[in-house]
């Protein structure tokens, strides 16, 4: 059984309240005041770390727009970005997933936008829900000097706004390496709709964005 699920299994009895449904409101989150207009252009890359994979892959791969997904490992070394060793908590990677997205279709802010209302807790610091560690940390990590401004004032405008009731520790850091997780991590909360952290954890996410972006969800049956 995955580390997780058995983290899931313990706290589950004792949690009395939803593990998300962080945002003050979701219905007028902040739309980036600061981010690059959808043009024609070759498809783009973005990779955001927010708790466990599974969740986060869940939500980006229903956005219109988004071509492919794929969740991994980054912030560590290629040659510690395994599952078993990540969930050691010493390599310096987060569970991650990197977004390939038309940029006609859906900016980089709208990303980000859907990133920190329905895809995880931007205000959890090393955590997510039951998953504890630093590889469950929200990061963005940045390929291009835009998206590290586009995040990083994007942040700002959220704390300003005051979207959510704690701080945002999401951090903005280069990509210095994506590496590309275990087969049997890819779409796996397609492939397993009735884990129960699947249904508890991940079910909301997807849920939240058809509701909260009904004009971006897409019906995702698979790559």
Same mark, same amino acid.
């Given at each position: 059984?995955?580390?997780?699920?058995?983290?899931?299994?313990?706290?589950?009895?004792?949690?009395?309240?939803?593990?998300?449904?962080?945002?003050?409101?979701?219905? =007028? $989150?902040?739309?980036?005041?600061?981010?690059?207009?959808?043009?024609?252009?070759?498809?783009?890359?973005?990779?955001?770390?927010?708790?466990? $994979?599974?969740?986060?892959?869940?939500?980006?791969?229903?956005?219109?727009?988004?071509?492919?997904?794929?969740?991994?490992?980054?912030?560590?070394?290629?040659? =510690?970005?395994?599952?078993?060793?990540?969930?050691?908590?010493?390599?310096?990677?987060?569970?991650?997933?990197?977004? =390939?997205?038309?940029?006609?279709?859906? =900016?980089?802010?709208?990303?980000?936008?859907?990133? $920190?209302?329905?895809?995880?807790?931007?205000?959890?610091?090393?955590?997510?829900?039951?998953?504890?560690?630093?590889?469950?940390?929200?990061?963005? $990590?940045?390929?291009?000097?835009?998206?590290?401004?586009?995040?990083?004032?994007?942040?700002?405008?959220?704390?300003?706004?005051?979207?959510?009731?704690?701080?945002?520790?999401?951090?903005?850091?280069?990509?210095?390496?994506?590496?590309?997780?275990?087969?049997?991590?890819?779409?796996?909360?397609?492939?397993?709709?009735?884990?129960?952290?699947?249904?508890?954890?991940?079910?909301?996410?997807?849920?939240?964005?058809?509701?909260?972006?009904?004009?971006?969800?897409?019906?995702?049956?698979?790559?």
């Amino acid at each position: 059984m995955f580390a997780r699920s058995i983290r899931f299994a313990v706290l589950a009895t004792t949690l009395a309240v939803p593990l998300y449904g962080h945002a003050v409101d979701r219905g =007028t $989150f902040p739309i980036p005041s600061q981010d690059v207009a959808k043009a024609p252009g070759k498809l783009q890359v973005a990779v955001f770390a927010g708790g466990c $994979f599974w969740g986060t892959q869940s939500v980006f791969e229903r956005v219109k727009g988004v071509k492919k997904t794929v969740v991994g490992y980054a912030g560590g070394k290629a040659s =510690t970005a395994t599952y078993d060793q990540v969930t050691t908590e010493t390599t310096g990677h987060a569970e991650s997933v990197e977004v =390939t997205y038309d940029p006609a279709i859906i =900016t980089y802010g709208g990303l980000l936008r859907i990133f $920190f209302s329905v895809a995880h807790d931007p205000t959890q610091l090393n955590r997510q829900g039951p998953d504890e560690g630093t590889s469950y940390r929200s990061a963005i $990590f940045f390929n291009t000097p835009e998206q590290q401004r586009i995040a990083q004032a994007y942040i700002a405008q959220l704390d300003a706004a005051h979207a959510f009731k704690s701080k945002i520790v999401t951090e903005v850091t280069p990509l210095k390496g994506f590496y590309r997780g275990e087969d049997y991590h890819q779409d796996y909360a397609l492939h397993n709709p009735n884990n129960p952290y699947i249904q508890t954890c991940d079910r909301p996410k997807i849920d939240a964005l058809k509701r909260e972006y009904p004009d971006l969800f897409v019906d995702y049956k698979g790559q």
